[in-house]
C-alpha cells in the first residue's frame, strides 16, 4: 500500500481545515496502525486513539461521516470500548481526543442501519434503515439529534420495500435539508427515493417525480454554490426525463430535472461540484457521455471527459478541497501510478500552450495562478517559470510533460511533488516540508536542474537528479538536524578531484550544500 494508502477499502471522506478523515476496512494506513478510521493532516496519518481506552478506532466499517470543527460525527458503528453496545453514532472530539457516543443510538428497531449523518448548526441529521431510534415514534429512516433529545421529521419515509431507507443527506441551509435514497414517500408526500426537508415549518415536499428506473436508488446528493441539486445512484430516468444515473434539479416553481449528456452506464456513488461549475462523478461505470471513463470523469461545458486513463476498480467517495480532489474506493492503481484505495487528483491544470508561461492566468483551468495553498497538475503542455519565481502546494508533472524552470528563478513546492515527466532549465525547485515521499518520481522521471529540499534526523531521504544524458538516485541518510540540502546534478570534468583519480574518471558528478530552513 506504500507510505500513504491502504491495503483495503476505504469508503468515506471527511475534510475539516488541514485534517482529512477516512473509513473504511483497514486496520492499518499508510505505515499506521488504525482501526477502520483514519485522520491525514497532510504530512501523515493518525490513528483516532483515546488515551483512557485500551483500542484505537471504531468496532467495525462506518457508513458515514460528518465533521464540524473539531468534532467528527461517525454513523454505523460504536467506537473500541464503548460501555454501551450498539450506539452506531460516535463522536470524535480532536480537540481533547476523545470518544463518546449519542444516547439512543443503541435504541433503534427495524434493520437498524445507519448509513448516514449529516450536520446543520447544533442538530445532527441520521439515516438508514431503522423504523425507529431513541424510542421516538415516526422516525422510520431519518431522525434529528439536537444534542439532548432524538426527533422526528413528521412521520418519516415509507416505502414498498420492507425496510426504505436513506443513504444521503445534504445540508444547503437551515430551511434546506436534502434527503436520497430508497423510499416512495416522505411525510405523507408522494417523494420517490429523493425529497426537501424544511426544519422552518416541518414539512416534507418532492423534487418533481424524483428519479425512477434501475434499482430505482438514490446514493449521492451534491448541492451546487447556484443552488442546482445534484443527485447520482442507481436509476435511468429524473422526471420525465432519461438521465442514466446521474441528474441535476434545478430549483423553482415548480424546478426541473436535466441531464448530464448521455450519463453514465453505472452506478454512480459520489459528486463533487468545483466552484467554477465542473462536476466530478465517481463510482461503478467505465463509460460517461458514451466514452470510456474508468469509474471517474469529469462533466464541463456540456461534455464528459476522463481523468486521464482513470481507476483499476470503484470509487466510494470524493471530496473537493481547493484545488485537490480526493478519491476514495476499491482501486489500487490512479492512471499508471500505484495508489491504495485514496489518491488526490489535482484540478487547477496547466492548458496553456506549449511552452506556455506559469505567470498566465488564462493557462490555468481555474484561471488563477497556483499560490502556495494551491495544488496544481502539468498534464495538458508544458508550461515555464521564466519571468519570476513560482510557488505551488503539491504539483504533478505529467507523463510526457515538461516545466522548465529559467536560470535565476526558482519554483517552491510547499508539500509533494510528483515527477512522471521531466523539469529542466538551470533555475532552482525548493521542497519545503521534510516528509521523505515528498518527492516521488514514475516511469525513470528525474529532475535535470538543481533542488533544494528539507531533511530532517530519523529518515532517508532520495533525491533523483542527474543530467541530460542519465541519472542516478542521490540518497541522503544519518542527519543529524533538520537542514535544506541543495543538490545539483553536474557533468563534464571534475574540478577538484583527487590526485589518485583523473579527472575523466567523473563524467558526472554532484554539488551537495546545507543550509538552514527559509524564515
Given at each position: 500500500r506504500g507510505a500513504f494508502g491502504s491495503s483495503r477499502y476505504v469508503g468515506k471522506i471527511a475534510i475539516s481545515g488541514n485534517n482529512l478523515y477516512v473509513v473504511g476496512t483497514f486496520t492499518a494506513i499508510g505505515e499506521v496502525a488504525a482501526k477502520y478510521i483514519a485522520r491525514w493532516d497532510g504530512s501523515r496519518w493518525w490513528p483516532l486513539k483515546d488515551?483512557?481506552?485500551?483500542?484505537?478506532?471504531?468496532?467495525?466499517?462506518?457508513?458515514?461521516?460528518?465533521?464540524?470543527?473539531?468534532?467528527?460525527?461517525?454513523?454505523?458503528?460504536?467506537?473500541?470500548?464503548?460501555?454501551?453496545?450498539?450506539?452506531?453514532?460516535?463522536?470524535?472530539?480532536?480537540?481533547?481526543?476523545?470518544?463518546?457516543?449519542?444516547?439512543?443510538?443503541?435504541?433503534?428497531?427495524?434493520?437498524?442501519?445507519?448509513?448516514?449523518?449529516?450536520?446543520?448548526?447544533?442538530?445532527?441529521?441520521?439515516?438508514?434503515?431503522?423504523?425507529?431510534?431513541?424510542?421516538?415514534?415516526?422516525?422510520?429512516?431519518?431522525?434529528?439529534?439536537?444534542?439532548?433529545?432524538?426527533?422526528?421529521?413528521?412521520?418519516?419515509?415509507?416505502?414498498?420495500?420492507?425496510?426504505?431507507?436513506?443513504?444521503?443527506?445534504?445540508?444547503?441551509?437551515?430551511?434546506?435539508?436534502?434527503?436520497?435514497?430508497?423510499?416512495?414517500?416522505?411525510?405523507?408526500?408522494?417523494?420517490?427515493?429523493?425529497?426537501?426537508?424544511?426544519?422552518?415549518?416541518?414539512?416534507?415536499?418532492?423534487?418533481?417525480?424524483g428519479v425512477s428506473g434501475g434499482a430505482g436508488a438514490v446514493y449521492t446528493i451534491e448541492l451546487a454554490g447556484n443552488g442546482d441539486v445534484y443527485v447520482g445512484g442507481n436509476f435511468t430516468t429524473a422526471g420525465a426525463t432519461t438521465v442514466n444515473n446521474v441528474a441535476k434539479w434545478t430549483p423553482g416553481s415548480p424546478g426541473s430535472w436535466s441531464a448530464l449528456g448521455a450519463g453514465v452506464n453505472s452506478t454512480v456513488n459520489a459528486i463533487q461540484v468545483t466552484s467554477n461549475g465542473d462536476v466530478y462523478v465517481g463510482g461503478n461505470f467505465t463509460t460517461a457521455g458514451g466514452n470510456a471513463a474508468a469509474y471517474i470523469a469529469r462533466y464541463s461545458g456540456g461534455n464528459w471527459s476522463p481523468l486521464g486513463s482513470g481507476l483499476n476498480d470503484g470509487v466510494a467517495d470524493l471530496r473537493v478541497d481547493g484545488s485537490t480532489l480526493w478519491v476514495a474506493g476499491a482501486f489500487t492503481r490512479a492512471g499508471n501510478v500505484v495508489a491504495g484505495r485514496i489518491t488526490r487528483y489535482y484540478i487547477s491544470n496547466f492548458n496553456g500552450s506549449s511552452g506556455g508561461n506559469w505567470h498566465t492566468p488564462g493557462s490555468w483551468q481555474s484561471n488563477a495562478v497556483p499560490t502556495s495553498t494551491d495544488d496544481a497538475v502539468i498534464s495538458d503542455a508544458d508550461v515555464s517559470v521564466t519571468n519570476s519565481d513560482a510557488v505551488v502546494r503539491d504539483l504533478q508533472i505529467g507523463d510526457g510533460r515538461t516545466l522548465t524552470i529559467a536560470d535565476g528563478r526558482k519554483l517552491t513546492v510547499h508539500g509533494k511533488l510528483i515527477v512522471q515527466g521531466q523539469i529542466?532549465?538551470?533555475?532552482?525547485?525548493?521542497?519545503?516540508?521534510?516528509?521523505?515521499?515528498?518527492?516521488?518520481?514514475?516511469?525513470?522521471?528525474?529532475?535535470?536542474?538543481?533542488?533544494?529540499?528539507?531533511?530532517?534526523?530519523?529518515?532517508?531521504?532520495?533525491?533523483?537528479?542527474?543530467?541530460?544524458?542519465?541519472?542516478?538516485?542521490?540518497?541522503?541518510?544519518?542527519?543529524?538536524?533538520?537542514?535544506?540540502?541543495?543538490?545539483?546534478?553536474?557533468?563534464?570534468?571534475?574540478?577538484?578531484?583527487?590526485?589518485?583519480?583523473?579527472?575523466?574518471?567523473?563524467?558526472?558528478?554532484?554539488?551537495?550544500?546545507?543550509?538552514?530552513?527559509?524564515?
Open positions: 488515551a483512557s481506552l485500551p483500542e484505537n478506532g471504531t468496532s467495525g466499517i462506518s457508513y458515514s461521516l460528518a465533521v464540524s470543527g473539531n468534532v467528527l460525527y461517525v454513523g454505523g458503528t460504536t467506537y473500541q470500548g464503548d460501555p454501551v453496545a450498539g450506539r452506531y453514532v460516535a463522536i470524535w472530539n480532536n480537540a481533547t481526543s476523545t470518544w463518546s457516543s449519542i444516547p439512543g443510538s443503541e435504541n433503534r428497531t427495524g434493520l437498524g442501519g445507519i448509513g448516514a449523518v449529516a450536520v446543520s448548526g447544533n442538530d445532527l441529521y441520521v439515516g438508514g434503515s431503522f423504523l425507529t431510534i431513541g424510542g421516538v415514534a415516526d422516525t422510520r429512516g431519518i431522525a434529528r439529534w439536537d444534542g439532548s433529545n432524538w426527533h422526528a421529521l413528521s412521520t418519516g419515509i415509507t416505502g414498498s420495500m420492507s425496510y426504505p431507507q436513506v443513504v444521503s443527506i445534504a445540508v444547503k441551509d437551515s430551511s434546506n435539508i436534502f434527503v436520497g435514497g430508497q423510499f416512495n414517500s416522505a411525510g405523507g408526500v408522494s417523494a420517490a427515493h429523493i425529497a426537501r426537508w424544511n426544519p422552518s415549518d416541518s414539512t416534507w415536499s418532492a423534487l418533481g417525480a529542466l532549465g538551470d533555475g532552482e525547485i525548493e521542497v519545503l516540508t521534510c516528509d521523505p515521499d515528498a518527492n516521488l518520481f514514475y516511469n525513470g522521471a528525474y529532475l535535470k536542474s538543481s533542488v533544494s529540499r528539507c531533511v530532517n534526523s530519523g529518515a532517508s531521504y532520495t533525491v533523483t537528479v542527474g543530467t541530460d544524458n542519465s541519472y542516478s538516485p542521490v540518497v541522503l541518510s544519518n542527519i543529524t538536524s533538520t537542514k535544506m540540502v541543495t543538490v545539483r546534478a553536474n557533468q563534464g570534468a571534475y574540478q577538484n578531484a583527487p590526485a589518485r583519480l583523473p579527472q575523466n574518471r567523473l563524467p558526472r558528478w554532484w554539488y551537495l550544500n546545507a543550509y538552514d530552513l527559509p524564515a
